[in-house]
């Protein structure tokens, strides 16, 4: 599967629609049980307001788990069309929930409609996007003479270096963009003469920003 668009952290705007306030929080879960504690959580800190209304899609495409709740408010005005707004927005891995404080003016069926649509629209529009991308972490060792070239080729090939154990000889550990890895072990033969190769010693995935362009 190609990678899609999650957020990369959770976010939170509040909106006044005819004196209710409406608190909407966003954020990543990468599994129903992530998005059912996530929804728990807000529940827990706004226990006191008139509506929490939870949504969430967890996947992306033709492979995705979908739930919302109207949370007490008439049928179909709330839950639906936050979810609506998240499927439409290409979002993958997103949970949200939207909270209302009753400001004691009812907005009506068409009203809520827009109010929770619109709560969700604005909180994704703010949203910093960012892609699970596969990855190894891998330990590369290297004489002390060898040791700034070797830092220097692992940033050339994408890499991020985590950690340096300076011993006998150093150590170095890095994570490589799983297709970057080759590129990298073919410059290291070529700077060590092949007497150095990278070891894999963890295969994840990790959030990376999605930059915008300009």
């Known amino acids: 599967m190609q990678p899609y668009p999650i957020p990369a952290k959770e976010v939170r705007n509040e909106t006044v629609v005819v004196n209710s306030r409406f608190i909407a929080t966003l954020a990543p879960a990468f599994s129903v049980e992530e998005a059912r504690s996530f929804v728990t959580r807000i529940r827990a800190e706004f226990a006191d307001a008139s509506h929490n209304v939870p949504a969430y ?3 992306h495409g033709s492979s995705v788990t979908a739930h919302c709740s109207d949370d007490g408010e008439p049928s179909g005005t709330a839950g639906r069309p936050a979810l609506a707004v998240l499927q439409g927005s290409g979002l993958g891995d997103v949970a ?4 209302r404080y009753f400001g004691g003016t ?3 069926t068409g009203g809520l409609v827009r109010a929770y649509g619109d709560a969700v629209r604005q909180l ?3 949203t910093p996007r960012a892609h699970k991308v596969p990855v190894h972490t891998v330990l590369i060792p290297l004489p002390y003479n060898l040791f700034e070239q070797g830092r220097q080729l692992v940033e050339a090939h994408a890499g991020v270096l985590l950690d340096q154990d300076f011993a006998a000889e150093v150590t170095l550990t890095a994570q490589f963009p799983v297709e970057r890895l080759e590129g990298f072990e073919a410059a ?3 700077l060590s003469n092949g007497s150095r190769q990278a070891s894999v010693i ?3 995935q990790v959030l990376m920003p999605i930059t915008p362009i300009r």
């Open 57 to 59: 899609v967890i996947g």
């Open 96 to 99: 949200v929930v939207v909270t």
């Open 106 to 108: 009812k907005l009506g």
């Open 124 to 126: 994704i529009a703010m």
């Open 188 to 190: 290291l033969r070529d």
């Open 202 to 204: 963890e295969t994840v």
